[in-house]
């Protein structure tokens, strides 16, 4: 393993960076695009070198850097989970943490995920601006442990579509708030859901101006509503869930979405929260739009029986996270068994499934220039797994953890 030391000065101190060199060899390379010829990477502290060949690496190659040898396995860029309240025993709206960070983020990455946006659903306006302070606080180094932004869920959504969003704390924003989260912007948070029949339109520019995707959802909008304010919004949060279904006569949120095909959509692909069959329908309209999110809570990743979820008791049982009465409550779904579920029961193509957690979310919050592919000069972000769809090890920012 070569291991080269680079001092930089920074306000008169100096900083040490080791940049390490890996080799991944023998894979079965998913570029995010497509699968290739090629079936070796190498790695260069925190980003992609070069792509190529096993029999191109010379002895050099082999003898000096740290090679893993992974056997023919799929190795796919990270995913990326652009929907994720809590995972591995915690939940973001209970601790709004590093700490909680990083244990999502460790929790993540067991499943192939490498990237994910820390979700807030409706609360109060101190966790909200806890959130943001959170976000800014850690700046650069959010993406150090795996967070792109925020994703704020509510609380400036419909009554009518607030699922298990507590009724209380459902509201109208106000202006100072907004700008709060405006200031924070498209580089704290990548997404925000708002019900576009309830939202102030002053509200929405000021949002959009700031370069946040703004995010439809638990939504009861006509479609009509949801055309006067169409401009602002780029994303819609959960398809088929807390929204308006399709009808005959009025399309609503849903028939909106699918006429309309310009939107990026997430889906929570578990069987539970939309039907296989369900999937594989909105899959054919909405094609390379569709992207895969887990909308995972505190369980994932755990033996959890229930937990509190802002004011609710939610139980867990058989991949189930549902409240007494038999709401919803986030799901336990992971993204490997979500790219799993995509392939042997909606019955779609492996390449696409990966495209659904990797390239297709890069491009629906503009972080595609440096994730969701395995390309030179990319971060080096990767996960592999084998033919059960059960992850083997992951590479975040360069940093190797086998499974």
Same mark, same amino acid.
């Given at each position: ?49 070069? #792509? ?17 040898? #992974? ?20 939940? *973001?709206?209970? @601790? ?5 960070l990083e244990i999502m983020n460790e929790t993540n990455k067991r499943f192939g995920a490498t990237s994910y946006l820390p979700t807030l659903i409706t609360s109060p306006d101190e966790k909200i601006l806890k959130?943001?302070?959170?976000? @800014? ?90 055309? @006067? ?16 279904? *399709? ?19 997430? #889906? ?40 509190? *979820? ?84 992951? #590479? ?8």
């Amino acid at each position: 393993m070569v291991v080269q030391y680079i001092i930089r000065i920074k306000k008169g101190e100096y900083e040490i960076h080791t940049v390490v060199t890996m080799i991944i060899k023998n894979a079965k390379i998913f570029d995010g695009d497509k699968f290739i010829g090629e079936n070796a990477v190498i790695i260069e502290g925190r980003k992609i070198k070069k #792509i190529t060949s096993t029999p191109f690496l010379t002895d050099e190659d082999l003898k000096n850097n740290e090679v893993i040898d #992974i056997e023919g396995k799929v190795l796919s860029p990270g995913f990326i989970d652009l929907q994720l309240n809590g995972c591995g025993g915690v939940l *973001f709206n209970d @601790e709004i943490t590093r700490e909680t960070l990083e244990i999502m983020n460790e929790t993540n990455k067991r499943f192939g995920a490498t990237s994910y946006l820390p979700t807030l659903i409706t609360s109060p306006d101190e966790k909200i601006l806890k959130a943001l302070k959170l976000i @800014e606080d850690l700046k650069d180094e959010k993406e150090d442990i795996g967070v792109l932004g925020l994703h704020i869920e509510g609380p400036y959504i419909s009554l009518e579509k607030k699922g298990v969003h507590r009724p209380d704390y459902i509201r109208v924003l106000s202006d100072s708030v907004i700008d709060e989260i405006a200031k924070v912007g498209y580089e704290g948070v990548k997404i925000m859901t708002i019900a576009p029949e309830v939202a102030l339109e002053k509200h929405l520019i000021k949002l959009y101006e700031s370069g946040i995707n703004l995010s439809i959802g638990h939504s009861n909008a006509l479609y009509e509503e949801i055309k @006067e304010k169409e401009k602002y919004y780029r994303n819609a949060t959960h398809l088929f869930n807390a929204m308006r279904p *399709f009808d005959s006569r009025e399309p609503g949120v849903v028939g909106y979405l699918l006429d309309n095909k310009n939107m990026n959509c997430g #889906i929570i692909v578990d069987g539970l929260h939309a039907s296989f069959p369900s999937v594989r329908v909105v899959k054919e309209v909405l094609k390379s739009k569709l992207y895969l999110v887990t909308d995972a809570v505190s369980p994932m990743g755990t033996n959890m029986e229930y937990f509190m *979820f802002e004011g609710h008791k939610v139980y867990y049982k058989d991949g189930r996270c549902a409240t007494e009465t038999g709401t919803l409550g986030g799901s336990a779904l992971d993204m490997i068994t979500g790219i799993k579920n995509l392939v042997k029961e909606v019955k779609i193509s492996e390449e696409e499934a990966l495209r659904m957690a990797t390239s297709y979310p890069a491009k629906a919050v503009q972080v595609d220039d440096r994730y969701g592919y395995i390309k030179e000069g990319y971060i080096a972000d990767l996960t592999f797994y084998n033919e059960d769809f059960v992850v083997e090890g992951t #590479i975040a920012k360069g940093q190797l953890t086998k499974y």
